[in-house]
T-cell receptor, first 115, second 110 residues
Framework: GAVVSQHPSWVICKSGTSVKIECRSLDFQATTMFWYRQFPKQSLMLMATSNEGSKATYEQGVEKDKFLINHASLTLSTLTVTSAHPEDSSFYIC???????????FGPGTRLTVT | GENVEQHPSTLSVQEGDSAVIKCTYSDSASNYFPWYKQELGKGPQLIIDIRSNVGEKKDQRIAVTLNKTAKHFSLHITETQPEDSAVYFCAASGSVQFYFGTGTSLTVIP
C-alpha cells in the first residue's frame, strides 16, 4: 500500500512556542491531505482538509489561525501549531488520498506535548 | 451528515476464536467502507475495505460484509492471534471525507 510519513514522531515544546509537523506521501502524489487529532482512547477528529495549492478547509471549532496548514506540493503538507498551550497536547495524524482513489492512507502520527 | 456507530467498544476473545465488529451508517450516499487497525502509539492502518457494489470481501483471516439495505457492515476476524490485539475503526465515505466509528478495542487472550 501507499506510504505516508510524519515528522517528528514526537515533540515536546514549551507553552507559547510554535511547532511544525510535516506529512509526506512517499510513493504517490497526494491531491488531498487530512489532519486529524486524536485524544486517548477516542476516535479520530478531523481538523482540516487540504488540497495542493489551495487553502485548507477547517472543521467547525478548529481555529485556523492557531493550526496553520500548508499543502505546498503534491507530496507535502505541514501543520503548524502556533502559540502552543498544554491543552494542545495530543496525537496528531495526517492522511492522504491520491487522485480519484477512495483509499485514505495514514501517517504514523505525531505525539505533541506542550509543557 | 453521515453518522457512523460502532459496536462493541471493547471485545475480548480467546486466541483461535473469531471476532466480529459491527458498524451502522446513516447516509445512503456512502459507498466506500474501510476498516482500520490502530496499534498503540501508531497511525491507523488500512486492513480491508469494501465498496457498495459488493456484499462481501475476504482477505485471508479478515472479511467484511456489507448490507446496503440495512446500512450496516461488519468486520470478521477468524482464527484470532495475539497480534490482532489493537483498536479497530470502521469508516464510511461517499466523497472525499471519511466518517469514523468510535473504535473497538480488541484483546486476544493467549
Amino acid at each position: 500500500g501507499a506510504v505516508v510519513s510524519q515528522h517528528p514522531s514526537w515533540v515536546i515544546c514549551k507553552s507559547g512556542t510554535s511547532v511544525k509537523i510535516e506529512c509526506r506521501s512517499l510513493d504517490f502524489q497526494a491531491t488531498t491531505m487530512f489532519w486529524y487529532r486524536q485524544f486517548p482512547k477516542q476516535s479520530l477528529m478531523l481538523m482540516a482538509t487540504s488540497n495542493e495549492g489551495s487553502k485548507a478547509t477547517y472543521e467547525q471549532g478548529v481555529e485556523k489561525d492557531k493550526f496553520l496548514i500548508n499543502h505546498a506540493s503534491l507530496t507535502l503538507s505541514t501543520l503548524t501549531v502556533t502559540s502552543a498551550h498544554p491543552e494542545d497536547s495530543s496525537f496528531y495524524i495526517c492522511s492522504a488520498i491520491s487522485g480519484s482513489s477512495y483509499e485514505q492512507y495514514f501517517g504514523p502520527g505525531t505525539r505533541l506535548t506542550v509543557t | 451528515g453521515e453518522n457512523v456507530e460502532q459496536h462493541p467498544s471493547t471485545l475480548s476473545v480467546q486466541e483461535g476464536d473469531s471476532a466480529v465488529i459491527k458498524c451502522t451508517y446513516s447516509d445512503s450516499a456512502s459507498n466506500y467502507f474501510p476498516w482500520y487497525k490502530q496499534e498503540l502509539g501508531k497511525g491507523p492502518q488500512l486492513i480491508i475495505d469494501i465498496r457498495s457494489n459488493v456484499g462481501e470481501k475476504k482477505d485471508q483471516r479478515i472479511a467484511v460484509t456489507l448490507n446496503k439495505t440495512a446500512k450496516h457492515f461488519s468486520l470478521h476476524i477468524t482464527e484470532t492471534q495475539p497480534e490482532d490485539s489493537a483498536v479497530y475503526f470502521c469508516a464510511a465515505s461517499g466523497s472525499v471525507q471519511f466518517y469514523f466509528g468510535t473504535g473497538t478495542s480488541l484483546t486476544v487472550i493467549p
